[in-house]
């Protein structure tokens, strides 16, 4: 007498597949997401960096563009984009990565990442409990 599964039992084992894999592909995608935002994490840090280092040049931050700062407006990988505004007269910044692409899509979460002068991060995503930094 040979031993075979019967038809039932290999659908639950497909069934049982199917839902790991339907966890799984979320996990992953949730890593990407965070993965993605360590991007622009890091370019708003060496954004800052290269603030810094005009600062010591100008001793204000006042004239600071993408263009003298020798600092690309993106990440290094091109999920997000970055922008600076000024205030207190060229004398504080406050550096912004917002995400783009389906990065935008997916990070709803954390959104924007703000990075200011006196080192305070923070962002404007519509989850107030997220730990996006």
């Not at 890593?31 to 993965?35: A, F, I, P, Q």
């Given at each position: 007498m040979t031993k075979a599964y019967t038809l039932i039992e290999l659908l639950i084992t497909l069934a049982i597949a199917a839902?790991?894999?339907g966890f799984s592909y979320k996990l992953y995608e949730w890593?990407?997401?965070?993965?993605r935002r360590a991007d622009g994490q890091l370019?708003?840090?060496?954004?800052?960096?290269?603030m810094?280092?005009?600062?010591?040049?100008h001793n204000s931050y006042r004239g600071a563009a993408f263009s003298n700062i020798d600092y690309p407006d993106h990440s290094p990988?091109?999920?997000y984009h970055l922008s600076f505004a000024l205030e207190q007269d060229g004398q504080m910044y406050t550096l912004k990565a917002t995400?783009?692409?389906d990065?935008?899509?997916?990070?709803?979460?954390c959104g924007a990442l703000l990075l200011t002068t006196d080192g305070r991060r923070s962002y404007?995503?519509?989850?107030s409990k997220a730990s996006c930094w």
């Open positions: 839902i790991l894999a890593h990407l997401v965070s993965v370019a708003l840090v060496k954004l800052s960096a290269a810094e280092n005009y600062y010591l040049q990988q091109g999920f995400p783009v692409g990065q935008a899509k997916k990070d709803q979460a404007e995503g519509d989850d």
